[in-house]
């Protein structure tokens, strides 16, 4: 079992940047791949950022590529994701996810452990 904690967020104007943190409770967290999503009222949860425990490789789609950047630091147990240039419709709850599989996720169904959020407002 792996308890989740999402810490970090907070409100920023747009262009400004936000590092938001993803701590575990498990020992073995550094063989977990680690997932970030968000989720906007009204919207389903969509995937932010992935990052393998093998091979440590990343993934992010087109939405955030280039702005978002996920990393880990195992001997923290902590998953980070950096937020820079943020526009308003990044705006969302933001939630790390977690799995032993060794295959990066992109969907939550690829997740079994999920943490309960923490909330990033971007104003205009």
């Known amino acids: 079992q792996v308890q989740l904690v999402e810490s970090g967020g907070g409100l920023v104007q747009a262009g400004g940047s936000l590092r938001v943190s993803c701590a575990a409770s498990a020992r073995t967290f550094s063989r977990y791949t680690v997932g970030w999503f968000r989720q906007a009222p009204g919207k389903e949860r969509e995937f932010v950022a992935t990052?393998?425990?093998?091979?440590?490789?990343?993934y992010y789609p087109d939405s955030v590529k280039g702005r978002f950047t996920i990393s880990r630091d195992n001997a923290k147990n902590t998953v980070y994701l950096q937020m820079n240039s943020l526009k308003p419709e990044d705006t969302a709850i933001y939630y790390c996810?977690?799995?032993?599989?060794?295959?990066?996720?992109?969907?939550?169904?690829?997740?079994?452990?999920w943490g309960q959020g923490t909330q990033v407002t971007v104003s205009s």
């Open positions: 996810a977690a799995d032993p599989s060794p295959s990066i996720g992109t969907t939550t169904s690829d997740y079994n452990y």
């Open positions: 990052i393998s425990w093998t091979s440590g490789h990343t």
